[in-house]
């Protein structure tokens, strides 16, 4: 229990116990309940979105879904990929991308970068069918978490010293994503049926093309790294989601 607190607490807002005594070990340890906390996650804009629904049009609907997912994570993947496109648009060798990217000021391209992501967001989850529409308000956050495990486990820690994601991607082991796999696998493939095993196959290519192009660039991932994955995982399905239903 005090680990899926770990993960919820320091996946959102969301502050169930003030203090919960925490190791680098166990809050990487505690990545396996990331899925689940997605879902939780997901659960919440549907419980939005119903409600929203009854009072306002949907377009309307769909841009207060994506705030409250913004609300809810305390925008921390944003943030993550806001740090990763200037590091990207600055160039330069792998010293000069980190260090841009642990600058905790921002840039054009990075706002740039956000208002593209946000209304990607928004404009996909308007062309999704009505019916399908919260299946994939549940299933966005489960892959966007998922996929932090994946890279997490797969690849290096790419930063010299510490950083926000050092005790996640140095800590994860083969463990915490053979145990969130199946359990991420079994919430797709319960909302999409076959489809979610193509769904689940295309998220996993995604994110390993992804951890594999910052592996050359600049040797592993690092936690703006992650937090990219989390948010361009998340426009990434509900794209195939547009494209499948």
């Not at 070990?25 to 906390?37: A, K, N, T, W």
């Not at 890279?151 to 083969?174: C, D, E, I, M, W």
């Amino acid at each position: 229990m005090k680990s899926f607190l770990r993960a919820l607490q320091f996946l959102t807002i969301i502050r169930i116990k003030k203090h919960i005594p925490t190791t680098e070990g166990q809050l990487s340890g505690s990545m396996i309940y990331f899925p689940l906390v997605g879902l939780l996650m997901g659960s919440l804009l549907v419980a939005v979105r119903i409600f929203f629904l009854i009072l306002l049009p949907s377009p309307i609907v769909d841009v207060l879904v994506i705030l409250t997912l913004v609300m809810v994570t305390g925008a921390l993947h944003l943030d993550g990929l806001a740090d990763m496109v200037d590091g990207l648009a600055g160039g330069g060798d792998r010293e000069k991308v980190l260090a841009i990217m642990k600058d905790s000021q921002i840039g054009t391209f990075a706002v740039v970068g956000l208002i593209f992501i946000i209304l990607m967001k928004v404009v996909t989850l308007f062309e999704i069918p009505g019916e399908v529409k919260n299946l994939a308000l549940l299933s966005m956050p489960v892959l966007g978490r998922w996929s932090t495990v994946i890279l997490a486990s797969l690849f290096n820690y790419a930063r010299p010293g510490q950083g926000t994601g050092q005790a996640f991607v140095q800590g994860a082991k083969k463990k915490e994503l053979i145990i969130s796999t199946p359990l991420t696998v079994l919430i797709i493939l319960g909302l999409f049926s076959l489809k979610g095993g193509l769904i689940v196959l295309s998220v996993f290519t995604f994110t390993y093309l992804f951890g594999l192009f910052f592996k050359k660039k600049i040797g592993g991932v690092t936690g703006d790294i992650l937090g990219a994955s989390c948010e361009l995982t998340e426009v990434f399905t509900l794209l195939l989601i547009c494209g499948l239903f």
